[in-house]
């Protein structure tokens, strides 16, 4: 590790542990992952790549608008009985990555996005650490589409239910990699009870047909504002992000 990681790393948990220590008063835009100046590189990966099929997927039969009216007339789990809105994803249309997470919560039911609450700051904060963010290179998208009341963990029968809508999501999207924000979307993405702290760390696979995507796990944004010793693992799966995303562009 070089010194300017070292920086990076030691600015980003003293940050963590005042916001922690400060019972969540210190504001979330002033939590970084890495805002040290020493490595301008960590802004620098593409903007969504462009694919010579980009024009015949805008003809084609499935788009992200059609997905997003399937699901908000969805009623095939319980969910819907509770739903404020549906949140179906958003981001780039030919992203680098694509971020998978378990479900809305009462934030991104009340605004149908993704991601918009504390925990959704933070995920935003640790994409800009290595120059992905959701209006460039990223699409933001949950295992189920509506809120599972109370933040519970979603149930089997409603992550069954609402895979066809992420498998549409990532068979149009052909996103580059995947990143899976926590236990419940790594578990469920791979079909295995595997805990996260051994699945993440490394490149794992999802085969979708013929195309196999890397698949790289972590904590999610909203277990590692509640324990500081996950930040540290997160970085690093982060930084084995970028750095695979260099490799191959
Ligand atoms: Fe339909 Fe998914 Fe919402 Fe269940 S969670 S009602 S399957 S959109």
């Known amino acids: 590790m070089n010194a300017g990681e070292k920086t990076a790393i030691a600015e980003f948990l003293n940050l963590a542990a005042g916001y922690v220590k400060d019972g969540y008063k210190r504001e979330i835009e002033n939590y970084s992952f890495n805002d040290d100046p020493q490595e301008p590189e ?13 024009e015949e997927d805008e003809t084609g039969e499935d788009s992200l608008n059609t997905i997003a009216a399937d699901i908000s007339a969805c009623a095939a ?10 949140v179906p994803g958003e981001g780039a249309e030919r992203p680098l990555v694509m971020v998978i997470g378990e479900g809305p919560g009462a934030e991104e039911d009340k605004t149908g996005r993704p991601f918009v609450g504390k925990a959704g700051q933070l995920l935003d904060k640790m994409l800009a650490s290595i120059g992905l963010s959701r209006d460039e290179n990223c699409f933001i998208a949950n295992m189920v589409k509506c809120r599972p009341p109370g933040n519970r963990d979603p149930a089997y029968e409603e992550i069954t239910a609402c895979g066809q809508f992420l498998k549409r999501q990532i068979s149009l999207l052909r996103p580059r990699f995947i990143l899976c924000a ?8 791979l079909k295995t009870g595997t805990g996260i702290n051994a ?17 790289l796990c972590t904590y999610h944004p909203s277990a590692i504002l ?11 799966d982060l930084k084995l992000l970028k750095s695979r995303v260099e490799e191959r562009d």
């Open 226 to 236: 509640r324990n500081e010793s996950l930040k540290r693992p997160a970085w690093e």
């Open 77 to 86: 789990c319980g969910l819907s009985a509770t739903r404020t809105f549906v």
């Open 42 to 54: 960590q802004t620098s990966l593409p903007l969504a790549y462009i694919t010579e099929e980009s």
């Open 182 to 189: 926590g236990r419940v979307a790594a578990q469920s993405l």
């Open 199 to 215: 699945l993440r760390g490394d490149f794992l696979e999802l085969r979708l047909g013929e195309t196999a995507i890397p698949v």
